[in-house]
């Protein structure tokens, strides 16, 4: 007999480490289950996105392509100052490996939400109608990295300053049974810890790339080229900024999971994928492959499947 209960998936934030979604859907499919209500906070509201668009495969098999290179031309440096992403080529990508333009969220076959953030009240916002791809950028809009988003009239950025794992909306939306995946479980303090130094003779021939390049790799790197002296251990720009994520994300989901928990609660080891290494998305993958089959059992019993 079919089991009734509603299955909610709980997509949470993480920038790269947010590939790790895909390992966790294909998994769950593989195991016959498909969830009911899919909600995403940032980088989980776009890979939520892709895979009710039915374009989760394609966005898979160009992720595994994508180089260290090719990630760093996502990245410019350019005044006045309004975020690192170059939104063009972003909205290339989102357009071809995420949703089309016209679609509408009320149009997917399964309820979805992405969640966001009021840029000045600091509300929590959930897009639940309209335009697909505009309800995902608003919730990947990270301060620092992406300009804000003007949304139904309000500017909206990164969701995951207010609700980093969902698990509150998937349940308004109607779930029984609720997935949640944390990424961020075990990767406070772990910002810090430097990835050796790219070579000297890197692929790159374009300094600026080059230098993104090191800034994405180490996120703590030398993106505008004065050394650092060996003897000193002292965090830059982009360290503050990852730890800062880090933080307010750890904190925020300690105490929102605590009065709202999941009843499943997967997280995969994740701390050695920096926060803007989109190249590593096989490791992050697998990763997630890896929590649903460890956890499947569990899985299977709340959702009624196991005696």
């Given at each position: 007999?079919?089991?009734?209960?509603?299955?909610?998936?709980?997509?949470?934030?993480?920038?790269?480490?947010?590939?790790?979604?895909?390992?966790?859907?294909?998994?769950?499919?593989?195991?016959?289950?498909?969830?009911?209500?899919?909600?995403?906070?940032?980088?989980?509201a776009l890979v939520?996105?892709?895979?009710?668009?039915?374009?989760?495969?394609?966005?898979?098999?160009?992720?595994?392509?994508?180089?260290?290179?090719?990630?760093?031309?996502?990245?410019?440096?350019?005044?006045?100052?309004?975020?690192?992403?170059?939104?063009?080529?972003?909205?290339?990508?989102?357009?071809?490996?995420?949703?089309?333009?016209?679609?509408?969220?009320?149009?997917?076959?399964?309820?979805?939400?992405?969640?966001?953030?009021?840029?000045?009240?600091?509300?929590?916002?959930?897009?639940?109608?309209?335009?697909?791809?505009?309800?995902?950028?608003?919730?990947?809009?990270?301060?620092?990295?992406?300009?804000?988003?003007?949304?139904?009239?309000?500017?909206?950025?990164?969701?995951?300053?207010?609700?980093?794992?969902?698990?509150?909306?998937?349940?308004?939306l109607g779930a029984?049974?609720?997935?949640?995946?944390?990424?961020?479980?075990?990767?406070?303090?772990?910002?810090?810890?430097?990835?050796?130094?790219?070579?000297?003779?890197?692929?790159?021939?374009?300094?600026?790339?080059?230098?993104?390049?090191?800034?994405?790799?180490?996120?703590?790197?030398?993106?505008?080229?004065?050394?650092?002296?060996?003897?000193?251990?002292?965090?830059?720009?982009?360290?503050?900024?990852?730890?800062?994520?880090?933080?307010?994300?750890?904190?925020?989901?300690?105490?929102?999971?605590?009065?709202?928990?999941?009843?499943?609660?997967?997280?995969?080891?994740?701390?050695?994928?920096?926060?803007?290494?989109?190249?590593?998305?096989?490791?992050?993958?697998?990763?997630?492959?890896?929590?649903?089959?460890?956890?499947?059992?569990?899985?299977?019993?709340?959702?009624?499947?196991?005696?």
């Open positions: 007999m079919k089991n009734s209960l509603k299955i909610g998936l709980a997509l949470g934030s993480g920038a790269a480490r947010g590939w790790t979604h895909i390992g966790v859907i294909n998994a769950l499919e593989k195991a016959g289950i498909k969830p009911d209500v899919v909600v995403g906070t940032s980088i989980g939520g996105a892709a895979y009710l668009s039915n374009k989760l495969p394609d966005l898979q098999q160009r992720l595994l392509k994508l180089t260290k290179l090719e990630t760093a031309r996502f990245f410019n440096i350019g005044f006045p100052f309004n975020g690192v992403v170059n939104k063009d080529k972003l909205h290339q990508f989102l357009r071809q490996y995420v949703a089309d333009e016209a679609t509408l969220i009320e149009d997917l076959p399964t309820r979805y939400a992405s969640v966001a953030t009021h840029l000045h009240s600091g509300q929590e916002v959930w897009n639940t109608e309209g335009k697909l791809l505009e309800a995902v950028w608003s919730s990947i809009s990270l301060p620092g990295l992406f300009p804000a988003i003007k949304h139904h009239g309000r500017w909206l950025i990164d969701g995951g300053l207010v609700n980093p794992v969902p698990v509150s909306v998937c349940r308004a029984d049974i609720v997935i949640a995946v944390n990424l961020n479980g075990d990767i406070l303090g772990k910002h810090l810890h430097q990835n050796p130094p790219v070579p000297k003779n890197d692929q790159s021939s374009n300094l600026l790339s080059n230098r993104i390049g090191e800034f994405i790799t180490n996120y703590t790197g030398n993106l505008f080229g004065e050394e650092k002296t060996p003897k000193e251990d002292v965090p830059d720009m982009f360290a503050a900024i990852a730890a800062s994520v880090n933080i307010t994300q750890d904190r925020i989901t300690r105490s929102r999971m605590a009065g709202d928990p999941p009843d499943v609660l997967l997280q995969p080891r994740l701390s050695h994928i920096g926060l803007l290494e989109f190249y590593r998305a096989a490791e992050a993958i697998q990763a997630g492959t890896n929590s649903v089959e460890k956890n499947l059992a569990e899985i299977q019993f709340c959702l009624g499947q196991l005696d």
